[in-house]
């Protein structure tokens, strides 16, 4: 891996840039997490960002053990994709008055965010296990479990959370 150099020559440079772009973007969600919960109205979603936002404390502590593990330096490289998906959450939820409706695009914003997330560790597991990085993957596939089962909640809080949604104007 050349420190002086930008360049990904290798699938363990591509390994290593990945996990840099995924410790960006875990990064990046701890700050976005509090607004999230400043804007959601249905105490359960509240709880379950308040829940996913020390997951997520706990996922970058696991990104450091894997940098660790691997003999590197934690380092993150900018992620676009995840502040992408930030910038367009923020845009629509700015667009949005009534707060049930807000809760509702809340939550698919939030499912966007995780499944980037269970791609890039799905990835990650998949690479660091033909590098031979065993203690890395494992790390890997804590988070990703952790990742898979928040998506499962956001569903099921959708459920509630569209058809209150879907009640908004219905009585026009
Ligand atoms: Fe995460
Ligand atoms: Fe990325
Ligand atoms: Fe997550």
Redesign the pocket.
């Known amino acids: 891996m050349g420190l002086f150099s930008k360049d990904i020559a290798t699938l363990q440079d591509l390994f290593l840039h990945q996990l840099q772009d995924v410790y960006y973007a875990e990064n990046q969600?701890t700050k976005a997490l509090p607004k999230m919960i400043e804007k959601a109205t249905a105490p359960e979603l509240r709880e379950g960002f308040e829940t996913?936002l020390r997951e997520?404390e706990g996922q970058i502590r696991r990104l450091e053990k894997a940098f660790d593990s691997l003999g590197e330096k934690p380092k993150a490289v900018t992620c676009p994709a995840i502040d992408g998906i930030i910038k367009e959450a923020n845009e629509t939820a700015g667009e949005i008055a009534d707060k049930a409706v807000l809760d509702a695009a809340l939550i698919a914003a939030a499912q966007a965010?995780?499944h980037y997330?269970i791609a890039r560790y799905g990835t990650l597991v998949a690479w660091g296990q033909q590098l031979g990085h065993g203690a890395a993957v494992a790390l890997f596939e804590e988070t990703l479990a952790?990742?898979k089962a928040?998506d499962e909640k956001l569903t099921q809080l959708s459920t509630r959370a569209n058809a209150k949604a879907e009640a908004v104007g219905a009585d026009a």
């Open positions: 969600i996913h997520t965010v995780e997330e952790e990742e928040t």
